[in-house]
């Protein structure tokens, strides 16, 4: 187990500029997960740490030691990727001790280590087998296990369930958050799925283009998302996100087919923002359907439902409001039709105000004034 510390790294090519001013200290047996789209410079970042890409500018020190001169194989680190990277000769056992041959282990600490690793991934029965014998998740499992025999201060995983489908993935990502909680070796987690990085990150680095946007834990990032990137890119279905007016007097959020109530949280961080415009935000599962007969509600939408996926335990709807499409998860009973006019209510303790021109949270802002 191990504290990495990461000052001020940044990572150039050439005149472009990969990472910018990259600032993180883990916990003692931490997992960290680093998440954004495509480009975002996740990747770099993890290159960086492993040694694989040289940093530009910056300081990175693993408990206290600094390392970033220091060649991939000094740092202590091992690196599960996301194509595997087996030996296609080697059977299992081979694939899982090479790196300890390496080293000079002697061959009955070798057998030890490996069968250990093994038992621990549930693959005792394939160490006979070539990688061409074994399904993805075996194969994941394997790389896993040659991390593992190396007893690291660090483990690095870049995308490793990018290339499994969707069940497999849900297991592994059980089976890699179980593995940590067993092993308690600090660990950064790479991946563009914010599925992933919600339910197994301790804490999660949200990046674009280079730069962290927030660092925190996954409700918080949930609850509370600085800026409207975050806010958009966590959470699945995606919040929906209108152009509203606020009415300072009437103490409400207005616009094309939709008015909302103003919760007592948002009153102060909206001061400011009398009689202009602001970003409103709301995730899907904070939308319900206003039965007919029912009273309405304080805060409202109308519009046009346009397509309608039933789930199971409840029913997605996109619905038109004053031409922009929003999404709603609703009572599986409510039924809606494409092409139905629907009446939308909103709770107004769970909407999300943003600067139109900054998209920097109001709460945010007032939190930080």
């Keep these: 187990m191990a504290v990495v510390n990461l000052e001020h790294i940044w990572k150039r090519f050439g005149e472009t500029v990969a990472v910018q001013d990259f600032n993180l200290e883990t916990n003692d047996g931490e997992f960290v997960v680093l998440v954004g789209p495509s480009g975002c410079g996740k990747s770099t970042m993890l290159r960086m740490i492993a040694g694989l890409e040289e940093i530009s500018e910056g300081r990175m020190t693993i408990e206290g030691r600094e390392v970033q001169h220091m060649p991939p194989k000094d740092r202590d680190i091992a690196m599960v990727f996301q194509n595997y990277a087996l030996y296609p000769h080697m059977n299992v056992f081979q694939n899982i001790a090479f790196t300890l041959e390496l080293r000079g282990v002697r061959k009955a ?35 896993l296990g040659r991390a593992i025999v190396r007893h690291p201060q660090v483990f690095l995983l870049d995308e490793p369930l990018s290339n499994l489908d969707a069940k497999l993935r849900v297991g592994m990502r059980a089976e890699i958050a179980k593995l940590h909680r067993r092993l308690g070796v600090t660990s950064f987690y790479v991946t563009h799925d914010q599925v992933e990085a919600l339910t197994m990150g301790q804490r999660i680095v949200v990046m674009r283009d280079g730069q962290v946007q927030q660092t925190s834990t996954p409700l918080d990032l949930y609850d509370n998302p600085v800026n409207k990137f975050v806010a958009g890119f966590i959470g699945n279905p995606a919040m929906n996100f209108l152009t509203a007016h606020f009415e300072a007097e009437a103490r409400r959020l207005s616009g094309e087919s939709f008015s909302f109530e103003v919760a007592p949280r ?104």
């Design 266 to 369: 948002l009153s102060e961080a909206l001061s400011p923002y009398t009689d202009q415009q602001v970003c409103v935000g709301v995730r899907p599962e904070h939308i319900q359907a206003v039965r007919d007969g029912s009273e309405t509600r304080a805060s409202t939408l109308k519009g046009t439902v346009e397509l309608v996926e039933p789930l199971g335990s409840v029913t997605e709807i996109q619905v038109n409001v004053g031409g922009t499409l929003i999404t709603a998860q609703v009572d599986r009973n409510i039924n809606p039709r494409t092409d139905d006019s629907i009446e939308l209510s909103v709770d107004p303790a769970h909407v999300h105000l943003f600067d139109m021109s900054s998209e920097e949270s109001l709460l945010a802002q007032q939190a930080a004034a």
């Design 109 to 143: 600490e070798i057998k030890t280590q490996v069968e250990e690793a093994a038992r621990i991934l549930g693959i005792e029965h394939l160490l006979q087998r070539k990688p061409r014998e074994l399904s993805g998740g075996q194969r994941q499992r394997v790389a």
